[in-house]
T-cell receptor, first 113, second 113 residues
């Protein structure tokens, strides 16, 4: 069974540009989560989808971040325009109907110059 | 609200020595507690979790953790360190399954020959 996959693995962009991160959850997992780790800080929750609906988006830092999950399968996280403080590792996780374990992807390392 | 404090951002042990990684939590409700491990260039992998019941929880790779409510702790231990245990370890807490995980800052474990 394939795990959670994320694309790209690395992204280097300039301040003011737009970047879109993609996450493919484990097949059949309705729950999808986005987290972010800024260098030197703890991993922070961004938002939680149940199928295509946003269950909890309390962690989204501001309106430059837009997450979507059309069709309830893969998800995208767009940052527009990117700022220096957006640099970090963005993790995606998914869980099945029992919600017991969140399975994490390898992360996307974003560097904003 | 839930939060986690991991004491020691870096821990060094000799191969064969006891591994002890400390985690204290704060939670307004009975907590669900997790330890994740991140090996270089990989995603987070669940080591073990505590939900209810037995307070001593056994996980993968010989790790275990004990939930101590009176001390609000969930320390991770392994009797004998292996070189392959070198990684970053994260303690996390949530209010229940399916909710956002609140992570500590992580502890990097170095194992020396």
């Amino acid at each position: 069974e394939a795990g959670v996959t994320q694309f790209p693995s690395h992204s280097v962009i300039e301040k003011g540009q737009t970047v879109t991160l993609r996450c493919d959850p484990i097949s059949g997992h309705d729950n999808l989560y986005w987290y972010r780790r800024v260098m030197g800080k703890e991993i922070k929750f961004l938002l939680h989808f149940v199928k295509e609906s946003k269950q909890d988006e309390s962690g989204m830092p501001n309106n430059r971040f837009l997450a979507e999950r059309t069709g309830g399968t893969y998800s995208t996280l767009k940052v527009q325009p990117a700022e220096l403080e957006d640099s970090g590792v963005y993790f995606c996780a998914s869980s099945g109907p029992l919600l017991e374990t969140q399975y994490f992807g390898p992360g996307t390392r974003l560097l904003v110059l | 609200a839930q939060s986690v404090t991991q004491l020691g951002s870096h821990v060094s042990v000799s191969e064969g020595a006891l591994v002890l990684l400390r985690c204290n939590y704060s939670s307004s409700v009975p907590p669900y507690l997790f330890w994740y491990v991140q090996y270089p260039n990989q995603g987070l992998q669940l080591l073990l979790k505590y939900t209810t019941g037995a307070t001593l929880v056994k996980g993968i790779n010989g790790f275990e953790a004990e939930f101590k409510k009176s001390e609000t702790s969930f320390h991770l231990t392994k009797p004998s360190a292996h070189m392959s245990d070198a990684a970053e370890y994260f303690c996390a807490v949530s209010a229940t399954f399916g909710y956002a995980l609140n992570f500590g800052k992580g502890t990097s474990l170095l194992v020396t020959p």
